[in-house]
């Protein structure tokens, strides 16, 4: 795609195969720490995955809890 719009989000989020193994990575678990999510991203894209994350909470698809143990019920 050409638009500007998406040639500028692509310089703030993740690129397509990083997306795809976040999701991979979070549909094998019902719980993972967000430190466990980002072992595997290099420290410069660390931003970008993180942002990801907050976006797919955004919109319901994975809950972040605070520092929790368990998942509440």
Same mark, same amino acid.
């Given at each position: =795609?050409?638009? %500007?719009? @998406?040639?500028? !989000?692509?310089?703030?989020?993740?690129?397509?195969?990083?997306?795809?193994?976040? @999701?991979?990575? $979070?549909? #094998?678990?019902?719980? =993972?720490? *967000?430190?466990?999510? $980002?072992?595997? *991203? %290099? !420290? !410069?894209?660390? #931003?970008? *995955?993180?942002?990801?994350?907050?976006?797919?909470?955004?919109? #319901? @698809? @994975?809950?972040?809890?605070?520092?929790?143990?368990?998942? %509440?019920?």
């Amino acid at each position: =795609m050409k638009s %500007p719009l @998406v040639a500028y !989000a692509t310089s703030f989020f993740p690129a397509a195969h990083e997306l795809e193994t976040l @999701v991979f990575r $979070l549909t #094998g678990a019902r719980q =993972m720490r *967000v430190s466990e999510l $980002l072992s595997d *991203v %290099p !420290a !410069a894209r660390r #931003g970008r *995955v993180e942002r990801a994350i907050l976006t797919l909470a955004k919109y #319901g @698809v @994975v809950k972040i809890h605070a520092r929790s143990l368990t998942i %509440p019920q």
